[in-house]
């Protein structure tokens, strides 16, 4: 057996895949955080809550209607990114005068509304999503088993979070929303529906939110309390690389889950704190984030 | 003449605080003549909460900083108190005052990384800061885990008086909890309290006056992680426990609620928001999860129509400050 640092290396490489697993959906989740606020000015707590709908989503229509995992990686993303507009049209619009604090409270409270309806429904324990069959099993590379399924949720973060790389960063259409995030009246001004754009936004991070829920399906169980804590540390990737750019959230999160694999390996205890730790470190030493401007 | 003598800015600000004191009466009032009528552990519990909401509302309404992590010092004070009292077999004055300062001394960790940033980062950091020592206290051998730190002793107060029972504790913690609420009144009138709105007001012209507004912000982020540790650890004598409950981002949430239903920077609106929210939570509890589900709506509902509370409402149609 092939050991390294004295660690074998099926458990050392095993916990690095599962850091880059963690890390698709840091970087998934914190991209979307980060176009959502680019845009509205406003941090959407209800980014955990949307997560588990979308997973939860997945799960309901292959448990009644039998629709499969490849139907629902499109569909679902396009139907829980639709509840977000309505939120948007809802309540986000009326509050955007305000103090950023009220966004921040009124999608807490908005979280806290659907996970509980969720919980009340589907109780609190978890439900297992099986792995669709094209990809079920895995390959023996030698020094570790890659699940066949692992490796298509890291591949295929990897092109979502590239494809909204270039959408925001190369096309027109990004053009627009970035010089809407700088300028909004101005961009107005040359005849560009900005609320629209506004509302459209919402609702492509909350897609965003809603497809990894439905990657994350047949890795964690689906549960209504999965996205709570998960956005917490997703708050802590954020404030790491800072909301500035998108590649640094895209960065930070795949890096951040790497190092929270590495740490299972040499230090379980810390594994669960490791994140805010670093969190703190970076705050001391460069308080804008590693990518961001400062505030 | 005597126009000249009293000036209407002086009047008003006279009649202000005679409506302050007008209500502060009657809050001490009700409070002696409640464990009389209602079942004392809920009063305490409200009194508790009212004291977390309070030094919460130190920051967010005098200082404009959201703390999301506020469990933190509430919890955590609570663990050390329910500690000492238990392990250490501290009295019960001592076990508080231990509780307290471990809640200053966090205040002082937590404030001076999450000050380096502003406005909605510095609500995600203390969110994140709170996340972290939740699960330092799951793993924490002292902290029992999932079972918390149970059948912690009341003991006797001075060694004199005995707050195992009920009334006692009830005047131990009414006396706490009101000198607590004066100190922060004290606070936010105080000049120091003027350099605080100040800063809400506008940051880059305080730092232009000439003030350090991190040791500022700093110095009221300790202020109020102490408060909030005296309330948890009171909360931790009169349950006789301390718990995960307390730490996880869930208390965060409802001080937020507490203090934004009672109104953002009142003086009485954390203590009615808190009677008001413990009350309803006690009164739901039959129900499960659904009090989530109506958390989430008032929230809603406050930050969409009823930004100003319910004591600011009343205070803005009386046209007094309160």
């Given at each position: 057996m092939v050991e390294i640092f004295g660690i074998p290396s099926y458990a050392l490489f095993g916990q690095l895949l599962i850091g880059l697993i963690n890390g698709s959906f840091y970087a998934l989740l914190s991209l979307g955080l980060a176009v959502i606020f680019g845009m509205l000015n406003i941090i959407n707590f209800t980014h955990g809550a949307q997560y588990m709908m979308g997973a939860f989503a997945a799960y309901l229509m292959l448990q009644y209607l039998g629709v499969d995992y490849w139907i629902a990686l499109v569909v679902v993303p396009i139907l829980i990114g639709a509840t977000g507009i309505?939120?948007?049209?809802?309540?986000?619009?009326?509050?955007?005068?305000?103090?950023?604090?009220?966004?921040?409270?009124?999608?807490?409270?908005?979280?806290?509304?659907?996970?509980?309806?969720?919980?009340?429904?589907?109780?609190?324990?978890?439900?297992?999503?099986?792995i669709p069959?094209?990809?079920?099993?895995?390959?023996?590379?030698?020094?570790?088993?890659?699940?066949?399924?692992?490796?298509?949720?890291?591949?295929?973060?990897?092109?979502?979070?590239?494809?909204?790389?270039?959408?925001?960063?190369?096309?027109?259409?990004?053009?627009?929303?970035?010089?809407?995030?700088?300028?909004?009246?101005?961009?107005?001004?040359?005849?560009?529906?900005?609320?629209?754009?506004?509302?459209?936004?919402?609702?492509?991070?909350?897609?965003?939110?809603?497809?990894a829920g439905v990657m994350a399906a047949p890795i964690y169980n689906v549960s209504p309390q999965m996205g709570s804590d998960l956005i917490i540390v997703v708050f802590a990737v954020v404030v790491i690389g800072g909301m500035g750019s998108i590649l640094g959230a895209i960065v930070t999160g795949f890096a951040l889950g790497v190092i929270e694999g590495l740490t299972k390996v040499f230090f379980p205890e810390a594994s669960s704190t490791v994140i805010f730790v670093i969190m703190a470190i970076v705050l001391l030493i460069r308080p804008a984030g590693l990518f961001g401007r400062t505030v | 003449m005597a126009a000249l003598a009293d000036p209407p800015l002086v009047e008003a600000r006279r009649d202000g605080e005679r409506s302050l004191w007008v209500a502060f009466v009657v809050m001490v009032a009700l409070l002696i003549a409640a464990p009389f009528v209602v079942y004392p552990v809920f009063l305490m519990q409200a009194l508790c909460f009212a004291l977390f909401a309070c030094a919460f509302n130190l920051l967010i309404g005098y200082v404009g900083l959201l703390s999301f992590g506020h469990a933190l010092f509430f919890g955590w004070a609570s663990y050390l108190c329910a500690h000492a009292a238990?392990?250490?077999?501290?009295?019960?004055?001592?076990?508080?005052?231990?509780?307290?300062?471990?809640?200053?001394?966090?205040?002082?960790?937590?404030?001076?990384i999450a000050i380096r940033r502003q406005g909605i980062y510095f609500a995600m950091i203390t969110l994140a800061l709170a996340q972290m020592m939740y699960f330092v206290a799951l793993r924490a051998p002292f902290t029992g885990g999932e079972d918390g730190i149970q059948d912690v002793p009341r003991g006797h107060l001075?060694?004199?008086?005995?707050?195992?029972?009920?009334?006692?504790?009830?005047?131990?913690?009414?006396?706490?909890?009101?000198?607590?609420?004066?100190?922060?009144?004290?606070?936010?009138?105080?000049?120091?309290?003027?350099?605080?709105?100040?800063?809400?007001?506008?940051?880059?012209?305080?730092?232009?006056?000439?003030?350090?507004?991190?040791?500022?912000?700093?110095?009221?982020?300790?202020?109020?992680?102490?408060?909030?540790?005296?309330?948890?650890?009171?909360?931790?004598?009169?349950?006789?426990?301390?718990?995960?409950?307390?730490?996880?981002?869930?208390?965060?949430?409802?001080?937020?609620?507490?203090?934004?239903?009672?109104?953002?920077?009142?003086?009485?609106?954390?203590?009615?928001?808190?009677?008001?929210?413990?009350?309803?939570?006690?009164?739901?509890?039959?129900?499960?999860?659904?009090?989530?589900?109506?958390?989430?709506?008032?929230?809603?509902?406050?930050?969409?129509?009823?930004?100003?509370?319910?004591?600011?409402?009343?205070?803005?149609?009386?046209?007094?400050?309160?």
């Open positions: 309505l939120i948007e049209r809802l309540f986000l619009q009326h509050i955007r005068k305000l103090d950023h604090l009220y966004g921040l409270i009124l999608t807490f409270g908005l979280a806290l509304i659907i996970e509980g309806l969720f919980r009340n429904q589907f109780g609190s324990s978890g439900k297992p999503y099986q069959a094209l990809l079920q099993g895995g390959r023996n590379l030698g020094f570790m088993f890659l699940p066949n399924y692992r490796a298509w949720v890291i591949a295929f973060s990897l092109v979502v979070c590239f494809a909204t790389w270039f959408a925001i960063e190369r096309t027109r259409l990004g053009s627009y929303l970035r010089a809407a995030t700088e300028n909004p009246a101005l961009v107005r001004a040359f005849g560009i529906n900005v609320p629209r754009m506004v509302t459209l936004t919402y609702g492509f991070g909350v897609g965003l939110a809603a497809l | 238990k392990v250490w077999g501290f009295p019960p004055e001592a076990a508080v005052l231990f509780g307290t300062l471990s809640g200053a001394v966090l205040g002082v960790v937590a404030g001076s001075f060694g004199v008086f005995d707050l195992s029972h009920e009334k006692t504790m009830y005047v131990f913690v009414l006396v706490m909890v009101l000198a607590g609420f004066l100190f922060i009144y004290r606070i936010i009138n105080s000049p120091f309290g003027e350099v605080l709105k100040a800063i809400r007001e506008n940051e880059p012209r305080a730092i232009s006056l000439g003030y350090n507004t991190d040791r500022y912000k700093l110095c009221a982020f300790v202020l109020s992680a102490t408060l909030a540790g005296l309330a948890g650890a009171l909360k931790a004598l009169v349950f006789q426990l301390a718990s995960l409950t307390d730490v996880y981002w869930t208390m965060s949430g409802e001080v937020v609620l507490m203090t934004l239903v009672g109104g953002l920077g009142t003086v009485f609106g954390p203590v009615v928001g808190a009677f008001l929210i413990v009350a309803m939570e006690n009164y739901l509890a039959q129900f499960g999860q659904w009090v989530l589900v109506i958390q989430g709506v008032i929230f809603v509902a406050c930050v969409l129509v009823f930004r100003r509370g319910i004591v600011g409402e009343l205070a803005h149609a009386l046209g007094v400050k309160l």
